[in-house]
């Protein structure tokens, strides 16, 4: 168990709906990743946020957002969504601001788009 | 931005043989290089790091080397076991971003190793 909690393990929902994921980082950790994978693209950075503030951005789209709270918890949102957002999205946490410490990644939410 | 290539995408080999996996990354300012194995179904998992001031890091059967100058990297898994079958990604630290201060963890591809008995 890594001690990063992603809820909810799966997600079925139809083409144009929003969805929100949530990840709670281990105790201790600030900063929260997000990342998605499909099967052909590995996985791929989104976001990253330290202690509440946005550190770093990827290929994230503008349908998607994500944000962290107080209690350091995090949500990724997604909206508008289409077949092609189908993925395992994982968060992943981590000591560090920067990055140069282990992540520890969650059991991932499972989203299909139909 | 940074740009990481494995290779290869799949490799088998027979239990107790050597497995190499292979990394190039593109930014020379790259200084954290960490392996995760991901088994079926499940999340990504660090099985070894290596910073860009050692050339070499080994952990019982798995080694790392890291080679700056020509800026690949490579893991090393010696006497294979049929619970090494996963999927392999290595990952490359890139520069601070100007704008927030933090930096991506960039994934190769993966690799599909399969050990057979």
């Known amino acids: 168990d890594s001690g990063v909690t992603q809820t909810p393990k799966h997600l079925i929902t139809a083409t144009g709906q929003r969805v929100t994921l949530r990840c709670s980082p281990r105790?201790?950790?600030?900063?929260v990743y997000w990342y998605q994978q499909s099967l052909d693209q590995g996985l791929q950075f989104l976001i990253q946020?330290?202690?509440?503030?946005?550190?770093a951005k990827g290929n994230i789209l503008e349908r998607f957002s994500a944000q962290q709270f107080p209690d350091l918890h995090s949500e990724l949102n997604l909206s508008s969504l289409e077949l092609g957002d189908s993925a395992l999205y994982f968060c992943?946490?981590?000591?560090?601001?920067?990055?140069?410490?282990?992540?520890?990644f969650g059991n991932g939410t499972r989203l299909t788009v139909t | 931005g940074e740009n990481v290539e494995q290779h290869p995408s799949t490799l088998s080999v027979q239990e107790g043989d050597s497995a190499v996996i292979k990394c190039t990354y593109s930014?020379?300012?790259?200084?954290?290089f960490p392996w995760y194995k991901q088994e079926l179904g499940k999340r990504p998992q660090l099985i070894i790091d290596?910073?860009?001031?050692?050339g070499e890091k080994k952990d019982q059967r798995i080694a790392v080397t890291l080679n700056k100058t020509a800026k690949h990297f490579s893991l090393h898994i010696t006497e294979t076991q049929p619970e090494d079958s996963a999927v392999y990604f290595c990952?490359?630290?890139?520069?601070?971003?100007?704008?927030?201060?933090?930096?991506?963890?960039?994934f190769g591809t993966g690799t599909q190793l399969k050990v057979e008995l």
């Open positions: 105790s201790g950790d600030l900063s």
């Open positions: 930014d020379s300012a790259s200084n954290y």
């Open positions: 290596i910073r860009s001031n050692v």
């Open positions: 946020y330290y202690n509440g503030e946005e550190r």
């Open positions: 992943a946490s981590s000591t560090s601001p920067t990055g140069g410490s282990p992540l520890h």
């Open positions: 990952a490359a630290l890139g520069p601070l971003s100007l704008t927030g201060g933090g930096n991506k963890l960039t």
